[in-house]
């Protein structure tokens, strides 16, 4: 690899591969601008598009040699109405309007709901908000036929819209029909990281682990304010969390996202489990090569946060300018983490760690590198938990993950500031010390002058057993000289 494709920042962005971004060549000039990790969105596109685009992104993996991770999105168990005379219908406040079971086209007055049986456990006075919130209606009555409403807020209706039940936990699976086809298919591909999508519960994770069978990792979408209440026992059973602001700015009021978000980001990093802000953070880019002051500022206060990445949605899938969209979210996170208030934040907000001695070696490594002129932090990992570790405690120094692992490598480039290496199965903790020099070098971390960290585990290739660390000259000639401190 190029040492040009070092990355100059430690937060990590997310791209969407859609319409606008399928081709070898975009998918390479994306990386190559700064993507880290590829969403692959199972809401749009069939099994065969998904296919050719994790082909893809093999491809340039293979052509840069560097790991890369895919995120690949389930659907979810999203509620929509059913289809309407002339496409759509025009609902005004005071009205009645009725969901119902009939496989009729719907009208001013009445539309077909396909999860009827789910829909129909909504109680009196709950509120229903359609097409993004833009309309919004109260339970009236509800039987086995039909559910009545009273429109408060009026507006268009039209084919398929999505619906929103914000105050009350429907009894849904996190894994529709749909979903569970998709599970299967993107498991045997071979995939980093699964979204589950309106995650109301820990149960829902529970149930996805069970049919993944450790597969891939588990990514939870927050977009429920039953997640957000539940979010402790959430975090406790997933592998990773996005923060989807979409349909939890619709559920919830405006104004309580950012606390959420803000909480949830520190929770996150404080369990040293990644998490993603995504939605709507350069939405303006879809159609304009410059993004707006605010969406700007949106990406900074993210990067500020701590957060391990930031994603574009529709920006990279279906925009205009996807390039442009990735050079600018990696300008702004460059020139974030070069500011003095970047790290004044990350290390007021970091909380101590109380664990085991892999908790210990990590928190050291990171202390003795604020206090000499380490260049790099070097962690061999067999099961990624090193890694992640070091990642938590969010070093001043670059951080180099080795690991003979390719599904590790590329699933721990979801987590802040890890540049991930494969490396070669060793037995003695000596060569690792002379691999992470090389590979310090070779990277653009060090030069032969510079010394290192190196942490390990001995016995190697025996998961949770990190144990040693060592400062060493980034020149191996020296290492097998004997010269270390």
Not at 120 to 135: E, F, P, R
Not at 153 to 174: E, F, H, M, T
Not at 320 to 325: K, L, S, V, W
């Amino acid at each position: 690899m190029a040492k040009g494709l070092r990355r100059n920042r430690n937060v990590k962005i997310v791209a969407t591969l859609g319409p606008s971004s399928s081709t070898e060549d975009m998918v390479s000039r994306l990386f190559e601008e700064g993507v880290d990790v590829f969403r692959l969105n199972l809401s749009h596109g069939l099994q065969d598009e998904i296919k050719k685009r994790h082909e893809i992104i093999r491809k340039v993996e293979n052509k840069f040699r560097r790991p890369i991770c895919i995120l690949a999105d389930l659907q979810g168990p999203k509620l929509r109405c059913g289809d309407f005379k002339g496409k759509q219908a025009e609902l005004v406040a005071g009205q009645t309007f009725v969901f119902d079971k009939e496989k009729t086209l719907g009208n001013y007055k009445r539309v077909y709901l396909p999860e009827f049986e789910v829909f129909k456990s909504l109680k009196k006075d709950s509120k229903v908000l359609v097409n993004d919130g833009k309309i919004k209606l109260v339970v009236k009555e509800v039987n086995e036929n039909f559910v009545s409403t009273e429109v408060l807020v009026g507006g268009i209706i039209s084919d398929k819209k999505g619906i929103n039940v914000p105050d009350q936990i429907l009894p849904l699976s996190a894994l529709s029909k749909k979903d569970l086809s998709d599970l299967e298919f993107v498991c045997s591909l071979g995939i980093e990281w699964l979204g589950l999508s309106f995650v109301q519960r820990a149960k829902d994770i529970k149930e996805a682990k069970k049919i993944v069978r450790g597969r891939a990792a588990i990514l939870s979408k927050i977009e429920k304010p039953s997640a957000v209440d539940a979010f402790n026992e959430i975090l406790e059973e997933t592998d990773a969390v996005m923060i989807a602001r979409g349909d939890l700015g619709v559920e919830l009021p405006i104004e309580t996202l950012p606390p959420i978000q803000k909480r949830l980001v520190r929770q996150c990093r404080d369990s040293g489990k990644p998490v993603i802000v995504a939605t709507q953070m350069m939405e303006s880019m879809i159609n304009s090569p410059v993004p707006t002051r605010a969406e700007v500022s949106d990406v900074a206060q993210a990067i500020y946060e701590g957060a391990d990445a930031v994603m574009l949605s529709a920006e990279s899938a279906v925009g205009n300018y996807p390039i442009e969209a990735v050079r600018t979210m990696n300008s702004i996170a460059t020139e974030v983490e070069k500011e003095k208030t970047y790290r004044q934040l990350i290390e007021s907000s970091r909380t101590p760690l109380k664990g085991d001695v892999s908790d210990a070696i990590t928190v050291a490594a990171r202390e003795v590198a604020e206090t000499t002129n380490v260049k790099v932090i070097c962690c061999f990992t067999e099961t990624g938990t090193t890694a992640s570790l070091t990642s938590r405690e969010r070093p001043k120094v670059p951080i180099i993950a080795l690991t003979p692992k390719i599904t590790i490598a590329r699933r721990l480039t979801l987590n802040w500031g890890l540049h991930c290496i494969v490396t070669e199965e060793l037995e003695r903790f000596k060569m690792a010390v002379v691999n992470a020099a090389k590979a310090a070098r070779m990277y653009g971390f060090a030069n032969n002058d510079d010394k290192i960290i190196v942490i390990a585990g001995v016995p190697f290739n025996v998961s949770g057993t990190t144990n040693i660390l060592r400062v060493a000259p980034a020149d191996e000639k020296k290492i097998f000289e004997g010269e270390s401190t």
